[in-house]
């Protein structure tokens, strides 16, 4: 039989007091579930030998110590999952929550929230420590407090948030004695609270657009179904099916609707991108269509992808972070990759606003496995990194913020949740990508978008967001353009060219043209870039005679030029070529084949043909070099590209000038309705 639980002054604590619920609750403790693999459960828990935490000397300001790291042979696959909220450290082990969906994000609330202080709360019985620990911006470790458990206990411990301004992080290390004496300790619930209430209401209305992934839809589906409390907090789930393959005849539908009930909206509608399928969610929930006019009573509107796997706690932590915020603001999730789910893909994007180029934040890494160098070993985790946006595989939007800035534009797909991040930060409302808020999504390692269909979606759409957004003076923007001609032309890309030129003639014809091209772009697009070779790809590059390289000089590629000299010089080695005729031989049987790693401009720009394998391994394209096609792609490309400079100014006036149209409900009733 169990003692009632008890507070850290061994005071008694009601049953009631539950540390995983309530309006205080910022994030749950949350356990890997029973069959994750090792790499997964590294995201919930830091079991690894070798990274118990040794204090030092005290600071004069604090009860605190700061930390070293010793080896120890403690640790391994040793917990025991009770549940996706309870666990079992057994005796003699050490178990960290200095995890990535574990540990708090200190320096992300000390930046956005109205919170200078956060509570750690466990429910613990047995027999063992709890201590808790900080890190600085820089990620060195400092010793915060700890306590003994016997028996069971209510542990709270109040937390400062101030040495946060720069980034950092809160965790809790569990552990139990060792010898004879030695005791499992339970942790039956935790979590991180604040000090009052969440002001408002958590009212969140799922946003998830879908073409033909009917499988990813049903799981999220269930995955929201499945926690009560998420449940609770959800007002709508609406779904708009874009779709030949429905997610209504999918296995399983029924049984994650049933538990949805009337909380579950499936709009079918023309395949109109992530665009026009995010626009429907926002429309829905501000206007409404049908039965529905009137709209969707909710304080919160999170978009999110639907080829993705969900934590469900980060609905609620996403959710809690915009009711606690400061002000108004977009709360982004990260990405961890779907294909090595111990992988974070990136921690943050921002916007080159000269080049009007999105990249990665500076000083971060993407793709980082969180198995192999843990959130306590990687310091540059620990600095806070502000971002211009969200991608929409996870964004919350708060509805005050939709109602101010209006709908997406309709841009099909690429560049939608940018323009919408920059047009957010205009009119002063901010983004935060938070750790610890995710999901797993396809990364993009295995994709090269700014080649395929979609080349004309990048190259359009950045102009269109650039008119809004972007720099008085497009020359940097249109310097960077016409070298990725150059670069697609090298690389035998004669597809992404044409879609490039297509892209230009399409902004150049200015705003009115965006709604007509919305429901016809795509087709047009995978049209035009079927006329192409590099469009065409093969199942295999053995649907081609083989090259007639050796074994040795099929394995050789030559070394990237270094140095501004040489690569302007395999430049202009490269166009001469390319202005010369080819190997009337090499037009059936490939010079070489070419693995996609190597496929660089410098190595294409010698040779008269290749096949060159896809990003995925999937198939192969075959590729052959057409001087005459060079020649007029090159000056049309440049005709274009002194258009957009000639007229930059108009066409920003034009765009501007439209923006109202383009995201209001005028505008996309004329689709939707």
């Known amino acids: 039989m169990t003692t009632a639980p008890t507070d850290q002054r061994g005071h008694q604590v009601p049953e009631t007091a539950d540390p995983t619920t309530g309006e205080t609750l910022l994030q749950r403790v949350i356990l890997p579930r029973p069959a994750d693999p090792t790499a997964v459960r590294a995201l919930y828990l830091d079991e690894r030998p070798g990274t118990t935490l040794a204090p030092v000397d005290p600071l004069p300001d604090e009860k605190s110590r700061s930390l070293s790291l010793t080896v120890s042979t403690a640790g391994g696959r040793r917990t025991r999952i009770e549940g996706r909220t309870s666990a079992t450290v057994p005796a003699s082990t050490e178990v960290s929550f200095g995890s990535y969906f574990n540990a708090f994000a200190a320096g992300y609330w000390r930046a956005w929230s109205t919170l200078t202080t956060v509570e750690l709360r466990l429910d613990l019985e047995g027999s063992g420590r709890v201590d808790v620990y900080r890190t600085k911006a820089d990620g060195s470790h400092i010793f915060v407090g700890g306590e003994t458990v016997r028996g069971r206990r209510r542990v709270g411990m109040e937390l400062d948030l101030r040495p946060f301004s720069d980034g950092g992080w809160y965790w809790f290390d569990l552990t139990t004695d060792g010898g004879t004496d030695g005791a499992?300790?339970?942790?039956h619930g935790g979590g991180w609270h604040a000090p009052h209430d969440a002001p408002g209401r958590a009212a969140v209305v799922v946003g998830m657009p879908t073409f033909n992934r009917p499988d990813d839809c049903v799981a999220t589906l269930t995955a929201l179904g499945s926690d009560p409390q998420v449940l609770a907090a959800v007002t709508a789930v609406v779904l708009p099916d874009q779709g030949t393959r429905k997610v209504r005849d999918e296995a399983g539908y029924e049984q994650a609707a049933a538990v949805l009930g009337d909380r579950l909206r499936i709009v079918d509608q023309p395949n109109l991108g992530g665009s026009g399928g995010y626009a429907r969610v926002m429309y829905e929930v501000l206007h409404g269509t049908g039965p529905h006019a009137g709209g969707i009573d909710c304080e919160q509107i999170l978009y999110m992808d639907d080829d993705i796997l969900l934590e469900p706690d980060s609905v609620l932590r996403a959710v809690a972070f915009s009711r606690f915020a400061r002000e108004p603001m977009l709360v982004g999730g990260q990405m961890l990759s779907l294909q090595a789910r111990s992988q974070l893909s990136t921690m943050g994007e921002v916007v080159d606003r000269n080049l009007f180029l999105w990249h990665s934040a500076p000083r971060t890494e993407n793709h980082h496995d969180l198995a192999s160098q843990t959130l306590r070993q990687t310091?540059?985790?620990?600095?806070?990194?502000?971002?211009?946006?969200?991608?929409?595989?996870?964004?919350?939007?708060?509805?005050?913020?939709?109602?101010?800035?209006?709908?997406?534009?309709?841009?099909?797909?690429k560049g939608d949740d940018m323009e919408y991040g920059l047009r957010a930060r205009s009119a002063g409302y901010r983004t935060a990508t938070v750790p610890g808020i995710a999901i797993w999504h396809m990364s993009f390692i295995e994709k090269n978008d700014s080649a395929d269909w979609q080349a004309y979606f990048h190259y359009r759409n950045r102009l269109v967001a650039a008119a809004l957004h972007g720099p008085d003076d497009p020359s940097a923007l249109l310097r960077e353009s016409f070298k990725r001609t150059l670069r697609h032309l090298m690389l035998m890309e004669y597809s992404a060219v044409a879609l490039q030129i297509k892209g230009f003639t399409d902004f150049l014809a200015g705003p009115e043209a965006l709604f007509p091209k919305l429901p016809i772009a795509l087709d047009e697009v995978r049209a035009l870039r079927a006329e192409y070779d590099d469009g065409r790809p093969l199942d295999s590059a053995t649907e081609v005679p083989h090259a007639e390289l050796d074994a040795l000089g099929s394995q050789l590629f030559p070394d990237p030029p270094v140095g501004k000299a040489k690569v302007a010089l395999g430049l202009a080695r490269g166009v001469l070529r390319n202005l010369r005729a080819p190997d009337p031989a090499l037009r059936d049987r490939p010079q070489r084949n070419v693995p996609w790693s190597d496929a660089q401009w410098f190595v294409l720009a010698g040779l008269d043909s290749a096949t060159v394998s896809t990003p995925d391994g999937r198939g192969a394209t075959f590729r052959r070099r057409d001087p005459q096609m060079f020649r007029r792609m090159v000056a049309e490309s440049f005709r274009l590209h002194r258009a957009v400079a000639t007229d930059w100014q108009a066409l920003r006036g034009r765009y501007r000038a439209a923006q109202p149209t383009l995201t209001g409900r005028d505008g996309w009733k004329q689709i939707f309705e």
Request: charged content about 25%; proline content about 10%.
């Open 184 to 187: 499992d300790l339970t942790l």
């Open 379 to 413: 310091p540059w985790l620990h600095r806070r990194v502000d971002v211009d946006y969200n991608a929409w595989w996870m964004c919350l939007i708060p509805r005050r913020v939709a109602e101010d800035l209006g709908l997406p534009l309709p841009l099909f797909i």
